[in-house]
């Protein structure tokens, strides 16, 4: 939003334009001498037309100063609202399962990969005042984005993550242990930390359950998302390493009791996702359940706007000061 500090500034800019021409009219030729150039008895010397055009121009161009240090006077300034949150969300960090078998077509036409992606995006946009991050799960486990309000970097993360980028397996203890590390140290009022998969563990030397405790033992809330349905399920993506894409089905076996044994060690929440309505539905239970009162207060925050005109005035000025010691103020 446009505001100003001096308004009548601006009735005085809008109105330059017609006092200047006025004044000019009014004072025309009260002193000006009149001499003329010409042979005795004949015609007069006039300027040629293209420098009538230019003085002209060039009054134009003085008006136009006058105008800006005008405005650039009356204080323009760009209002900005802003949401000030006066307490500290919750840390939550998300550990998504980034292997092959994500690439499960089993959630209303898309892969339990996207539909993740999405969900959590989803989940994020609805909580700015949470610090949430995200922990990436293969045949390793890294951590990619820390918990941090700024949401579009985690959104633009997401993105970039890919299926198969961290190996072919699925080291849950490992990926568990990671995000209770970099919990450990946090001093907001909650934290948790959401799992998703659709597998069992299978690499790393961190065991699952161990894992878990030791969230159980930090303060840290666990949710464990089981995602994707049993039996002969589509498969297609490309796979990082080779570049080749991967088309076909596989057989899904997917073992809800080994995720939910995970849940039950860390006193957490284990919840079933074997299709997108379930997925979402997991979600909201995921938001009620992490519900954060918060309080906040609007904000202005001004951007002032005078500097660019105050330069585009002197640019302007110089430029008409420069074409008029050229060409001489005698034809101007």
């Known amino acids: ?35 003329s150039l010409g042979a005795p008895g004949g015609d007069s010397f006039e300027p040629a037309g293209r420098f009538r055009f230019l003085n002209a121009l060039l009054q134009v161009a003085n008006i136009a100063v ?13 209002v900005k609202n802003e949401m000030v949150w006066l307490d500290r969300g919750a840390d939550i960090l998300f550990v998504l399962d980034c292997s092959p078998s994500m690439a499960g077509i089993d959630m209303d036409g898309r892969n339990r990969f996207d539909a993740a992606r999405e969900l959590i995006e989803n989940f994020a946009s609805n909580r700015p005042v949470d610090a949430i991050g995200l922990v990436a799960v293969g ?13 579009k970097t985690l959104s633009s993360r997401l993105e970039q993550l890919s299926i198969g980028e961290l190996g072919d397996g699925t080291a849950l203890g490992v990926a568990l242990s990671l995000a209770a590390l970099h919990l450990e140290n946090s001093v907001a009022e909650h934290k948790a930390v959401v799992l998703i998969s659709d597998g069992e563990n299978n690499a790393g030397a961190v065991h699952p359950l161990t894992a878990a405790a030791a969230l159980n033992a930090q303060g840290t809330a666990l949710y464990v998302i089981g995602v994707g349905s049993s039996g002969e399920i589509p498969i297609d993506y490309v796979d990082p390493a080779t570049k080749l894409r991967r088309t076909g089905s596989f057989e899904s076996r997917y073992n809800a009791e080994s995720l939910k044994s995970i849940a039950s060690a860390a006193n957490g929440v284990f919840l079933y996702a074997p299709s997108r309505e379930t997925f979402e539905a997991a979600f909201n239970t995921l938001n009620k359940s992490e519900a954060v009162v918060s309080r906040s207060i609007a904000r202005g925050r001004k951007q002032g706007l005078h500097e660019p005109l105050i330069i585009a005035a002197l640019i302007i000025a110089c430029s008409s000061g420069l074409v008029r010691a050229i060409l001489g103020g005698a034809l101007l």
């Not at 005085?12 to 006092?19: K, M």
């Not at 006058?66 to 204080?75: I, K, N, P, S």
Request: aromatic content about 12%.
């Open 1 to 35: 939003m446009l505001a100003f500090d001096r308004p009548l500034f601006v009735l005085a800019a809008c109105a330059a334009p017609f006092v200047i021409l006025a004044l000019r009219r009014f004072f025309r030729g009260a002193f000006r001498l009149s001499l």
């Open 66 to 78: 006058v105008c800006l240090l005008l405005f650039a006077a009356a204080g323009p300034q760009l």
């Open 139 to 151: 045949n390793d486990a890294a951590l990619l984005i820390p918990p941090t309000v700024d949401h």
